[in-house]
């Protein structure tokens, strides 16, 4: 049977976080013919190459709590079942593969009714509540953290690292205007950027300037302010492709701690300052950053008790000490997994192969 009759949906949504290792993995698994299911008018939107089939259900997380509010996310949520189960009717889909959140709760559920292999990828160290409602419904359970496992008794689980887009394992150029040799800081707030982070490093970045730095701050689409602060070494971006040339080139980053740009530090083996969202589910990034600082790859600052003072000084600090630099940098490169997006690719195709034997 040719590989292009086997059918792939893969279930990943929202952020860049949630999609970029799923891409990662879809791009070892050519062969196969795979289907991308998402929401209307999120990241898949314009991440997601045209090479995949967009689908879309229209469903959103729970919030804290059961109540009256919550009925029509239900109703929506048991559509969304079946409106997947068509799909995997449709297209003859022989198996599921998700990246967690909440648009693998229905795809987990749906392959389960319909009686295919499901394989989850948990990129957080604490995992998220789909992860731990559904695991059990899933073939595989595979875990960005070692440590995650200890969050889900008797789960069968593989450790696999968080997979990374193939740009990250080649030397990229940069087409901004950096000169070779000076130091530069990338400020990163995710994929869809952190507005508090922002306003630190604009009240904070002068001093670097001052130091010979150049930054390049990378701000989301929803901050207003970006205007507000300008220095001809200053570079300021909405959003950016080529994050792999700009964390090989960094000397430091300054950085939120979700699960993806985390793993992409370690393959670049660049140091940070890594600034938790304070609201992230169950506080996942806290405990993600954690393995970073623990490792000695990274310095962690907790929000609340932030002060642009204390990052200026600790960024100058930083800048004045190469050689903690160096060693950061080092110990960063031995979180790292290169071969991620492989063996988790491994694991899907063996689902795969096992499901249409
Ligand atoms: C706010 C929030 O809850 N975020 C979560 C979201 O990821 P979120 O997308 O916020 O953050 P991640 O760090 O996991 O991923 C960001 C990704 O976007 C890329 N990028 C970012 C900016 C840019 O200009 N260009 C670019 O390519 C980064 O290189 C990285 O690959 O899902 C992750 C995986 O479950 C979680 O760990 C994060 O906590």
Not at 139 to 156: H, K, M, R
Request: glycine content about 6%; aromatic content about 8%; some cysteine.
């Amino acid at each position: 049977m040719s590989r292009k009759s086997t059918c792939l949906l893969i279930a990943a949504s929202g952020t860049g976080g949630h999609l970029f290792p799923a891409l990662a993995v879809a791009e070892q698994l050519s062969d196969y013919q795979i289907e991308w299911l998402g929401v209307a008018n999120r990241l898949e939107k314009t991440l997601v190459p045209d090479c995949y089939t967009r689908h879309t259900i229209n469903i959103e997380g729970f919030q804290q709590g059961f109540g009256l509010k919550t009925l029509p996310i239900l109703v929506r949520f048991v559509m969304a079942v079946f409106q997947v189960r068509q799909l995997i009717k449709k297209y003859q889909i022989d198996a599921v593969f998700t990246t967690g959140g909440y648009i693998a709760a229905p795809a987990i559920l749906a392959a389960r009714l319909q009686n295919i292999p499901a394989i989850l990828h948990e990129s957080n160290y604490i995992p998220g509540k789909v992860t731990r409602w559904l695991s059990r419904w899933c073939d595989v359970v595979a875990l960005g953290f070692a440590g995650t496992a200890q969050y889900l008794p008797n789960i069968e689980t593989v450790y696999v690292s968080t997979p990374v887009r193939s740009q990250f394992f080649s030397s990229q150029n940069l087409d901004l205007a950096i000169p070779p040799g000076v130091p530069l800081i990338v400020v990163v707030g995710g994929s869809q950027g952190a507005v508090a982070v922002n306003q630190l490093v604009r009240q904070a970045a002068a001093a670097w300037l001052d130091l010979g730095a150049y930054i390049v701050h990378l701000t989301g689409e929803k901050d207003l302010d970006v205007q507000s602060f300008q220095h001809p070494h200053y570079i300021c971006l909405p959003f950016y492709e080529n994050m792999a040339g700009l964390l090989q080139r960094a000397n430091l980053v300054i950085s939120r701690a979700g699960a993806g740009t985390l793993t992409e530090l370690a393959v670049t083996s660049t140091p940070a300052i890594l600034i938790p969202y304070p609201y992230a589910a169950e506080d996942h990034q806290t405990y993600n950053a954690q393995v970073f600082a623990n490792a000695g790859a990274g310095l962690v600052l907790t929000q609340s008790e932030l002060t642009a003072q204390i990052l200026q000084e600790t960024v100058l600090e930083l800048l004045h000490s190469p050689s903690q630099l160096k060693a950061m940098a080092t110990k960063a490169k031995n979180l790292a997994m290169i071969d991620s997006a492989k063996r988790l690719a491994n694991l899907v195709d063996n689902l795969l192969t096992k499901s249409t034997q």
